[in-house]
């Protein structure tokens, strides 16, 4: 699944969207680009990350209103880099998180938390 909102939507709308994705989603990963085609290395690395221990998650591009989105997840997580990954409504990281659970070997269970 990929959900991607053009770029024509308010912040209140962006804002409501995020809202509803990260408590609707088991896991989400807002990223620059797509699934098939990341924008960034961050971004490329936090779907390797997570496609190692789950098949199913949520990916929102959120280039299309980067500042707006910037601005919709930092209420969320207090960051405003992007990527960024929710577990279960909770705020978990960007891909040097994802990188350091899964050193741990801690990711598999913190994405089926």
């Given at each position: ?48 990350l ?22 919709a ?24 998180i ?16």
């Open positions: 699944m990929t959900f991607q909102p053009g770029s024509d939507l308010s912040e209140d709308e962006i804002q409501a969207h995020v809202d509803e994705l990260i408590e609707s989603n088991d896991v989400v990963l807002f990223m620059k680009g797509n699934r098939l085609m990341p924008q960034c290395g961050y971004s490329a690395r936090a779907i390797e997570i496609g190692k221990h789950r098949e199913e998650f949520e990916t929102v591009d959120v280039l299309p209103a980067l500042d707006a989105y910037r601005a997840l930092k209420e969320h997580s207090g960051w405003e880099t992007i990527p960024q990954t929710f577990v279960d409504g909770e705020f978990v990281g960007g891909s040097d994802l990188a350091e659970l899964d050193e741990r070997d801690e990711l598999g269970e913190t994405l089926t938390a």
